[in-house]
């Protein structure tokens, strides 16, 4: 039988580029598809001077398609500015991997909505939002649904799991219908923390979990 992949995906597949944490980053982002669960994270090293990507690298907990687009988006990324950077898109990554099944488009938007996330990250963390907006229940929601339920693979407001948010004084708290005993709390609560915290009006995070 004939395989769906170009030889170029099967190549990216096979032989990932720049794959592992990034030591020195300065930026970094995960994002998980709501189509199967999958998930990819970007770890940026940005010169604060230029602005240019000096070194970028993934990892990922998905498919062929996600592991071959993920691989060549660092490769279309570094050396990039972020503004050139942030123009990449999936029909890119898809065109500069010879193409891609239909059915797997929604691989390639994750790996190319992760690098965006991770452009963000830097820029709000490193004091570069130029639209300071005040942050809002709809913005940590909006946040949280790039939170994954491990329990099933989908976000955390799809499922139902967040009871409360509430945003006062720059403090965010976030409840969430889970035991704190579960065994993934601890990284639920860590995902959390990294949405929101680089939010520039925040100065506190609490997630409560149920006894
Ligand atoms: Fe999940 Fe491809 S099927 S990322």
Not at 15 to 20: K, M, S, T
Not at 35 to 62: H, P, Q, W
Not at 88 to 105: H, Q, R, S, Y
Not at 146 to 153: D, E, F, Q, R, S
């Amino acid at each position: 039988m004939s395989s769906p992949y170009s030889e170029k995906v099967l190549d990216h597949f096979r032989n990932p580029r720049n794959v592992g944490r990034l030591d020195g980053a300065n930026a970094k982002a995960t994002e998980g598809s709501p189509a199967c669960g999958d998930m990819v994270s970007v770890y940026l090293k940005v010169d604060d001077e230029t602005k240019r990507i000096d070194n970028i690298t993934f990892e990922s907990y998905g498919c062929a398609s996600n592991i071959a687009t993920a691989s060549i988006i660092t490769e279309l990324a570094k050396g990039k500015t972020l503004d050139e950077a942030r123009k990449i898109n999936w029909k890119e990554a898809a065109d500069a991997l010879g193409g891609l099944p239909a059915i797997k488009v929604h691989c390639s938007v994750l790996a190319v909505d992760s690098l965006r996330a991770a452009i963000e990250n830097y820029e709000e963390t490193h004091g570069l939002v130029k639209e300071r907006r005040p942050t809002t229940v709809e913005e940590v929601r909006r946040r949280l649904k790039k939170v994954m339920n491990p329990l099933v693979g989908l976000d955390l407001v799809k499922t139902e799991l967040l009871t409360g948010i509430v945003v006062e004084s720059g403090k965010v708290t976030v409840a969430v219908d889970l035991p704190v005993a579960n065994q993934f709390a601890n990284n639920i609560r860590r995902e959390i923390m990294e949405k929101i915290e680089p939010l520039w009006d925040v100065s506190e995070v609490e997630v409560k979990f149920t006894e």
